[in-house]
């Protein structure tokens, strides 16, 4: 592609390499410090002018340095003269603040799109916003792409039975999202709804919830597919595969989400869950090494072929419509 140049943050620099080896290039050469007091200095060592501009800058463990980097690198390629600059990031930091949740609480979200569109930003690339309504927050137009072909594909491939399956939704609020990858596969689907009040992981999950857990839909001799946006916590995850093969008879169950965060100890208790075949995620959002380490059931989709054709679409000023179809 000509008069472009993509850029790379430090969130994760494996999608950026990924990416454009899909596009066939390198990534082009910026340098990133930071000083003694902690402060983010950027320097662009590549011309931009007229230049249409991609920064890859996904969330990571160091949310603030994240999206305080790619502010700064928005600004320094408006300040080289750039023709546009398009930020793609496959997990928005802070997307599920927003809404206020208590009387003085903030929408972080949108503080977070109005910094962005104060920095320069013209285009931004997602994949499954947690909220699809935070487009809006945006002066700019958004992408939101969607990694359900990607899931799709995978339970295709490599899950046997799985036009027996049943799609479960492990919360009322995600049945947007199941019963969408339900109708592409042509499942029935379910949900299983957890009271939010956890015990400590030292617990059963089954035993101590029995009796806030409502699971609705028949998935007896059945595999079954727990999809939701993020992995973060455990013990909904937990609750939900108990639930599905000890109340409703599931043969299997795989986990599955597009982002996975997983906080603390949330994929080694996972691994160990008895219940869980497998979780699946994409890499989207940075797993790190010492994490994915001795975990036995983690797989992990690539998203970099979706987010370089995004590039290239929007590059040439093509549909990104082909991007959100199903191919088998």
């Known amino acids: 592609m000509r008069r472009t140049c993509i850029f790379g943050g430090r969130s994760h620099p494996e999608l950026t390499d ?86 003085r609480g903030a929408i972080t979200a949108r503080m977070i799109a109005n910094l962005m569109h104060v920095a320069g930003v013209n285009h931004v690339i997602t994949i ?14 958004v992408d939101n792409l969607v990694a359900e072909p990607l899931l799709a594909r995978w339970i295709r491939s490599t899950v046997q039975n799985w036009r027996e399956g049943v799609v479960v939704s492990k919360n009322p609020g995600g049945t947007k999202r199941v019963t969408s990858l339900a109708d592409a596969l042509k499942l029935s689907f379910g949900i299983v709804t957890t009271d939010r009040r956890r015990p400590n992981m030292g617990q059963s999950m089954y035993n101590s919830l029995e009796t806030t857990i409502t699971l609705v839909g028949n998935v007896r001799r059945r595999p079954v597919f727990i999809v939701d946006d993020i992995i973060d916590k455990a013990g909904s995850w937990i609750a939900a595969a108990e639930t599905v093969v000890k109340r ?10 597009t982002h996975g ?12 869950c008895e219940e869980i075949d497998a979780i699946v995620v994409t890499n989207a959002f940075p797993i790190p090494e010492e994490k994915r380490k001795g975990i036995r059931k983690l797989v992990i989709l690539d998203v970099s072929t979706l987010l370089a054709e995004s590039i290239r679409r929007n590059h040439h000023g093509e549909s990104i419509s082909q991007l959100f179809m199903h191919h088998d």
Do not use: W
């Not at 590549?46 to 994240?66: A, E, L, M, Y």
């Not at 502010?71 to 990031?89: E, H, P, Q, R």
């Open 261 to 272: 965060l997983f906080g603390g100890d949330c994929l080694r208790e996972m691994d160990e």
């Open 128 to 141: 499954d916003l947690h909220a699809s309504q935070m487009q809006g927050f945006f002066k700019c137009p």
């Open 18 to 103: 990924f990416i454009c080896e899909k596009l066939g290039r390198k990534p082009d050469k910026v340098e990133l410090r930071k000083f003694a007091n902690g402060e983010t200095s950027v320097e662009i060592k590549t011309s931009v002018r007229d230049q249409d501009v991609f920064i890859v800058q996904s969330g990571s463990n160091k949310t603030n340095d994240d999206v305080m980097e790619l502010l700064i690198m928005i600004a320094a390629c408006k300040g080289g003269s750039s023709k546009s600059v398009t930020a793609i990031m496959p997990y928005f930091p802070y997307s599920r603040q927003s809404k206020k949740k208590s009387h």
């Open 248 to 257: 409703g008879g599931a043969t299997k169950v795989y986990c599955m989400a």
